[in-house]
């Protein structure tokens, strides 16, 4: 934060820099794990930062929780959902909307994270109030090798794709996730931007190759998020049940509540440009 400007720290795009101005600082701390900052943005509203990255904002964290949440529920319609991550509640929150859900376990590394949301995301975190949430605090990994549940959905909500994060974005990691659900089952993960990272040593990509190994069907939604640097988001589905990219989805009893998701939305988002679908042919996808 300089004076009047937040100033984004993107890792993964160190060739461009983005400045928020601010109207007011709510919180400024570390944990044991990163530097959290909530702050109020002129336009987006309430922002959560972590390690000076934004994670999401008022403005349009409900675009990135519906689509990444409602598409897979609608299909599974899962009842037992495990959350890598998802420590703001904005993927529980979704979740619980759907009739079949009856347990959800989140797993987070960090309590301040949950604090925090509690506190200035209540309209997010107060979803782990629901007695169907059960809040796990720990590594992913770990909490992944050590758990021997059998899961219908599986979001991972963690870190963005990069060096850092190889420890969960990795072969044996996902062996290990796939065994872990149950026959229709599946998972969703979170993979941000798909235009310069292809020759990155971690890329959606190189990634996609390496879940061709334990998943039949690999679909790659692409959900462009305002406040995300260069608005890039994306989503892997990935099964060995359902090819996303070929259904057409089951219409939501509440879908007229939301705020982003319709059914004819979220099937186009699967529905990809000619750049994309090229460096996807690259991926054998």
């Not at 002129?42 to 519906?66: M, N, P, R, V, W």
């Not at 990069?162 to 996902?174: P, Q, R």
């Not at 059914?263 to 699967?270: C, H, I, L, M, N």
């Given at each position: ?19 928020w ?15 959290i ?63 079949s ?41 770990k ?7 059998m ?22 990691f ?30 959606v ?43 057409r ?27 994309i ?9």
């Amino acid at each position: 934060m300089r004076g009047k400007y937040f100033f984004v720290d993107n890792s993964l795009e160190p060739y461009r820099k983005e400045i928020w101005q601010i109207e007011s600082i709510l919180f400024s701390g570390k944990s044991e794990f990163q530097k959290i900052d909530v702050v109020k943005l002129d336009k987006l509203g309430k922002t959560l930062f972590l390690d000076e990255a934004i994670q999401f904002s008022e403005f349009d964290e409900a675009h990135y929780h519906e689509l990444f949440v409602h598409p897979a529920s609608a299909v599974i319609k899962p009842e037992r959902v495990l959350v890598l991550g998802g420590g703001d509640g904005g993927c529980v929150r979704e979740l619980l909307k759907h009739e079949s859900v009856k347990e959800v376990i989140v797993c987070e590394i960090d309590p301040m994270v949950v604090d925090v949301s509690k506190e200035y995301f209540p309209q997010m975190a107060n979803s782990f109030n629901d007695k169907r949430v059960i809040l796990e605090f720990q590594d992913a990994k770990k909490f992944i090798e050590s758990d021997n549940s059998m899961y219908d959905l599986v979001l991972v909500d963690l870190t963005d794709l990069g060096e850092l994060s190889s420890a969960i974005y990795n072969v044996s990691f996902y062996s290990l996730l796939q065994s872990r659900l149950s026959p229709k089952g599946g998972t969703v993960i979170q993979t941000s931007g798909v235009y310069f990272f292809d020759d990155d040593a971690f890329s959606v990509y190189s990634f996609i190759k390496d879940l061709k190994k334990f998943f039949k069907f690999i679909s790659l939604s692409y959900v462009p998020v305002f406040s995300y640097p260069g608005a890039e988001n994306s989503f892997l589905y990935c099964s060995n049940e359902y090819d996303f990219s070929n259904l057409r989805l089951p219409p939501l009893s509440f879908e007229s509540t939301l705020r982003f998701y319709t059914t004819q939305y979220a099937e186009s988002t699967f529905k990809l440009n000619s750049w994309i679908q090229k460096k996807l042919n690259k991926a054998n996808l």
